[in-house]
């Protein structure tokens, strides 16, 4: 057949009559992979076969004796003009003698016009019309040189059918399925075996014609479930007491070669194949039950984890079996079929299966859990970053299948180990290592030594965290196993959470909890929060208002908890008594009760007491005593007056006191016991409490250990206060809530009507549900649920959107588009979201606006700020500004006007603690931005350009806005937008905070499956922006913020760049063929994900899945293999310590102390 030439693409193809072959290796053998391409500009079949039908068909059937009913119509074909004076010389006799000797180079001869007819028939185009004759005579050849009978066979002609008939089952060629049961009856021949039992063509080494034999598999996995009870035509005439061929019949056939082909394949590439068409068995299989209602009767017995081994329930077992088998005997030294057995494994554990195969579930997260063992006692000098790329995928598997089966962890063996392996990941060691496996590891080492199994016996005592030296494999896998305890604790049982699976942490932020905080008062130069940051990686964020909802009297704080897995929040009371009790202001104490009073005193004795005895006057004086004169002998005339006065002011005192005192014992004798005045009562209920301080006291936190400086100063103590008067803690904090705390990837949807080479013309298919196929529409819907920009609180393909609710609940239905082929979820108003534990996935269908959007902004931006590439308003995307928040955060009087909206992501927290009076450097609280502007709803919302002032440098560039047909009026942007240096202060997160490799992943829909050699990629890149691009350095309102990446590595490297594309056309039969191309890749050691693979053919029910999970595990595998990537926790407790070291309060205890009992920390 005529072909073009291989990769790289020339700017013309050669001639079609220069390519008569597939593609040769350097050796002289045919390799599959540099098969040759063909021609763009081909003629069509019947034209080929038009010029060499005679010279093929009789070339191919030379020397076969054919069956009587085929015999006759081969002696009455047309015979071609070209070749019909040398016709006679060239026929064969069709009933020659099979029991005389073979020609070997008679069979080659048969071999090559049989590989002939296969490229031709191959090389159909969509919609191409070839004439029934041809496919009859073709089909003829096909029969007889499938044979695979001892007697008959040819290996010559059996290989070059298999090797050239790739495609065979996935070009539309009308009654292809006749072929069916003997290309299956074929390939078994050749995939059971590890060794061919017959002649293989000399120019086909075997493993590449057992990768054309999987091929041909691939393309027949969904056709027993698809055509299911349909008969298969004979080309003989079957004998009556044999029951029809049906497709249905076949699929057993078709899984237990799968199975065996896996079991025997040694190939690495082979073996990837086999294991993404595994995962399209299965799936299918359990969807296809699901539909149809069937379910394991309850006769049946669970304990056996294959009761059936038809049913979806019997194949899962099967597949985790004998997949992880081969995982652990042959597989773990092969980093590609390791991954793509852990990424079959993580599809097969969210496969629904009713009832669940549990013992098969255990018994897989056992084997996961030594394999992690197994690759973590490797010796030093097999580790490498492949090794532990391996042990990361590893763990993030275990953390889907703990997820999807929760009830896992409720088997004592199995949460046993997988915390022993959680142990292992993160110190290196396990505290108590079975004796069997120090045996292993280290007999191998040193098998003389006879000391090795005395150590860290079962028998010994574990070894404890605080005496462990720490020593992981390495800090990816360390971080990798933290983030599986984390899921194990936060997330196993509990996903998705209340509000849904957009976000794994809570929605509550400052602002939203201050709306309902009682009270307004307003610390004089603080915020309401009172922040804290433990152990160098949690800031705990402390409101001690009471909230709305709390009518207790009881000491109640409020904690915004941000640590590396996320945000959550928490309202704590301190009770003394059970809920039961009713709570109130007065004391619970009883009155304990008083004697009678009793006015009997008895008799009371008046008693004069003397100083001295009364026989002290009868003793005579002394000199001694006379020594002290008595006073009237010293005094004169006036000092005599005086004391004379002196003594009547005493006297007329003591008649007071006399009088007081009668007075007092009259009133007291009148007042009624008991009195008042005096009364015991028990004290009034405190109402007003340090609800921080007791927060930290009661849990341990204020100890002299906690707040003493480490003896290595670069370490900050256990317990530190963060200073709130400075203002960028805010901003820090809004950043902080920003990293999201699970991996997110964007997929971008096209469709391709039949010679479309412009974007414009690709991009306007989507506009209209009737350019489209209804089974696109209904592909979109698989592949996500929708959602809308302005109330989703996760991933939204664009940075400038996500993350944030920028808009109310209430939302008009006649906002949307409607009658669009997929244009609605353009990223503009919605777009398709789908999300698991491990990641979320955004899918956007570009339309023509959004294009106008992203290439004008990009055009005008980068004129004037190339680095601010994620800024809404460079991207054009103003109509999603959130709208302006007049009560602060910290304020606890929202203005009504902002009640209005709901906003669960922090947007401007430095913005909203300027207004509330917090940043010394603003003017009054209530300051506007810059630029506003007014909605016709009468809210006022601020434009995303509001940092941008008129006296800025450098020329501004105006960039008008096109709004989309269905946008509503209240988020129409502005009709000019002035776009000059940019400064980062807000919107969303920064550029700067993201790391890993720029993955793109376009799904294209083709109508006509040749146009995916035409499709324009580089055209179309720029509406595949999501703001992640950029990196390095950003300026920020108040200076310049370091990228995360910049915390490891000190050298900025030129930015990974990875596109792949996956192309989907409909076959006429129902069925999808899939086309892979990585058209853009940096230099790499993984081949490309699985469970999609190259020239697949899939079902309507598996597509939209299949496709999902091959874009998250083709993201998951570069982010993998990227030196670049952090994982987000890492990410999050890397700002976390950045900000301990911006903000920290440094004070002695005596001051952290006497901070505590005062507003704000001095």
């Known amino acids: 057949s005529s072909k073009a030439s291989h990769a790289p693409k020339a700017p013309s193809a050669p001639p079609a009559s220069a ?23 081909r003629p069509k079949c019947n034209s080929i076969l038009h010029l060499f039908d005679a010279w093929l068909f009789d070339a191919a059937l030379a020397g076969v004796k054919l069956h009587p009913s085929h015999a006759a119509q081969a002696k009455e074909r047309r015979a071609s003009s070209f070749i019909e004076s040398k016709h006679s010389s060239l026929s064969m006799d069709l009933h020659a003698d099979t029991s005389s000797p073979r020609d070997s180079a008679y069979q080659a001869g048969r071999a090559e016009a049989c590989g002939a007819l296969c490229r031709i028939f191959c090389a159909h185009k969509t919609g191409e019309v070839i004439l029934p004759e041809y496919y009859a005579r073709f089909y003829l050849v096909m029969y007889y040189g499938l044979q695979t009978d001892e007697a008959i066979v040819s290996g010559e002609v059996l290989s070059s059918i298999l090797f050239n008939s790739c495609s065979l089952l996935r070009c539309d060629l009308t009654g292809v399925q006749l072929l069916l049961p003997h290309l299956l009856q074929a390939i078994e021949l050749v995939l059971n075996r590890n060794t061919p039992d017959f002649r293989l063509c000399e120019q086909i080494p075997y493993s590449e014609l057992r990768k054309a034999c999987i091929h041909i598999l691939l393309s027949m996995l969904c056709l027993p ?16 007491d044999k029951p029809p061929v049906t497709f249905l019949s076949l699929r057993t056939r078709i899984t237990d070669l799968i199975r065996v082909a896996l079991t025997n394949e040694t190939d690495s590439q082979n073996t990837q194949m086999l294991l993404g068409g595994f995962m399209l068995v299965v799936e299918d299989l359990a969807l296809c039950e699901q539909a149809d209602n069937l379910l394991l009767q309850p006769q049946h017995d669970l304990s056996d984890p294959d009761p059936q081994g038809d049913t979806a329930f019997g194949l899962f077992g099967h597949t985790t079996s004998l997949v992880c088998n081969r995982l652990m005997a042959t597989w773990k030294t092969d ?14 554990a969210k496969v629904k299966i009713r009832p669940p195969n549990m013992i098969m579930c255990k018994r897989t997260v056992k084997w996961m859990c030594d394999l992690i063992v197994f690759q973590c006692s490797r010796p030093a000098p097999s580790h490498s970053r492949d090794l532990h790329s391996m042990l990361c995928a590893a763990f993030k598997c275990l953390q889907l299948w703990l997820v999807e089966h929760n009830s896992l962890l409720y088997d004592r063996e199995c949460l046993h180990q997988v915390l022993e392996v959680v142990e292992l990941g993160i110190s290196g060691s396990k505290s108590q290592p079975k004796p069997q496996e120090v045996q292993t590891v280290k007999m191998k080492l040193d098998k003389d030594s006879k000391s090795v199994s005395m150590k860290n016996r079962a028998s010994d005592p574990p070894k404890f965290k605080g005496n462990k030296e720490l020593m992981p494999a390495s800090m990816r896998v360390k971080d990798a196993a933290e983030a599986l305890l984390t899921c194990i604790i936060d997330q196993v049982g509990a996903f998705p959470p209340p509000c849904g699976p957009e976000s794994l942490f809570s929605l509550l932020d400052e602002r939203s909890l201050l709306k309902f905080a009682k009270g307004s008062s307003l610390p004089e130069h603080g915020s309401l929060f009172r922040y804290f940051v433990i152990d160098n990686s949690v800031i705990v964020g402390l409101l001690e208002q009471p909230l709305g909802n709390i009518e207790d009297p009881l000491p109640t704080v409020t904690a915004l908890i941000r640590g590396a897995f996320g945000r959550h929040a928490w309202t704590m009371q301190l009770r003394h008594s059970p809920r039961t009790s009713k709570v109130s202001s007065r004391a619970h104490l009883s009155d304990p009760g008083r004697p009678i009073p009793d006015d009997n005193v008895g008799v009371q004795h008046n008693v004069n007491h003397r100083y001295f005895p009364e026989g002290v006057e009868k003793i005579t004086q002394t000199k001694a005593d006379k020594s002290i004169p008595p006073l009237e002998s010293v005094l004169t005339e006036s000092q005599a007056a005086d004391v004379d006065k002196m003594g009547q002011l005493i006297e007329q005192v003591s008649t007071f006191e006399k009088e007081i005192s009668l007075k007092a014992k009259t009133e007291r004798e009148k007042t009624p016991f008991p009195d008042p005045a005096t009364e015991c009562r028990p004290p009034r209920v405190c109402n007003e409490y340090q609800t921080a301080r007791l927060f930290l006291s009661h849990y341990g936190l204020l100890s002299l250990e906690a707040l003493k400086e480490p003896s290595n100063s670069s370490v900050p103590p256990d317990l530190v206060m963060l200073d709130t008067t400075n203002s960028g803690l805010y901003t820090d904090l809004e950043a902080l809530d920003f990293i999201p705390s699970r991996d997110n990837d964007t997929v971008h949807i096209f469709y391709v009507k039949p010679g479309q080479k412009l974007p414009a013309n690709i991009l306007a298919n989507v506009v209209s549900y009737s350019n489209v196929q209804p089974q696109f529409v209904e592909f979109l819907h698989s592949l996500g649920w929708p959602v809308d920009v302005r109330k989703h609180a996760g991933w939204t393909g ?16 006649t906002d949307y588009q409607c009658g669009t082929g997929g244009s609605l979820y353009d990223g503009r108003q919605q777009v398709l979201y789908w999300a698991d534990v491990l990641s979320e996935v955004a899918l956007l269908v570009p339309s023509p606006d959004s294009f106008r959007l992203r290439t004008g902004a990009a055009t005008t931006g980068s004129a004037s700020a190339p680095a601010s590439g994620s800024l809404s308003s460079e991207l054009g995307l103003d109509n999603k500004t959130p709208p302006t928040h007049r009560g602060g955060p910290y304020t606890s009087s929202p203005d009504p006007a902002s009640t209005a909206v709901t906003s669960t992501k922090p947007s401007t927290l430095l913005f909203e603690a300027e207004k509330a009076g917090l940043v010394s450097s603003v003017g009054p609280s209530n300051q506007r931005p810059t630029q506003q502007q007014q909605s016709p709803s009468g809210k006022g919302s601020t434009s995303s350009t509001s940092s941008v002032t008129a006296g800025d440098a450098g020329p501004q560039t105006l960039l008008q806005q096109q709004p989309s047909p269905g946008t509503p009026q209240e988020v129409l942007p502005p009709v000019t937008v002035p776009i000059t240096n940019v400064r980062y202060r807000r919107h969303g997160r920064q550029p700067g905070l993201m790391s890993g490799p720029d993955t793109k992943v376009l799904v294209v829909w083709l109508e006509s499956f040749e146009d995916h050699e035409n499709f324009p990629v580089a055209e179309l890149l720029p509406v595949t922006s999501t703001g992640q691009e950029q990196q390095g350095s950003v300026s920020t309102g108040s200076g310049t913020a370091s990228t995360f990446a910049s915390t490891s590595s000190s050298q900025q490297k030129p930015p990974e760049k990875d596109i792949y594309i996956i192309f ?3 076959l006429q039969n129902s069925l999808f063929r899939l086309h892979l191309v990585e058209y853009e890749k940096t230099q790499s050691k993984m081949a490309m994900a699985i469970p999609l693979v190259d020239g697949m053919v899939v079902s309507r029910r598996t597509l939209g899945s299949l496709v999902r999970q091959t874009a998250i595990n083709i993201c998951r595998r570069r982010r993998l293999e990227s030196e670049s990537y952090q994982p987000p926790h890492v990410r999050r407790k890397l700002k976390i310590q950045d900000m301990v070291s911006k903000y920290r309060c440094t004070l002695s205890p005596s001051e952290f102390y006497t901070a505590l009992f005062q507003d704000i920390p001095k």
Do not use: C
């Open 798 to 813: 664009h940075v400038a959107t996500s993350w944030k609710i920028t808009e109310p609940e209430e939302m008009d239905d």
């Open 1064 to 1066: 989907i056309h409909a």
């Open 335 to 348: 980093l590609n079929v390791a991954l793509a057995a852990m990424e079959l494994l993580s599809g097969l």
């Open 19 to 41: 390519q008569t072959t597939t593609g040769i290796a350097a050796a002289g053998k045919l390799v599959l992979d540099t098969q040759l391409p063909y021609a763009p500009n």
């Open 225 to 240: 479930l698809h055509f299911k009870d349909l008969e298969i035509k004979d080309f003989i005439k079957r004998p009556d």
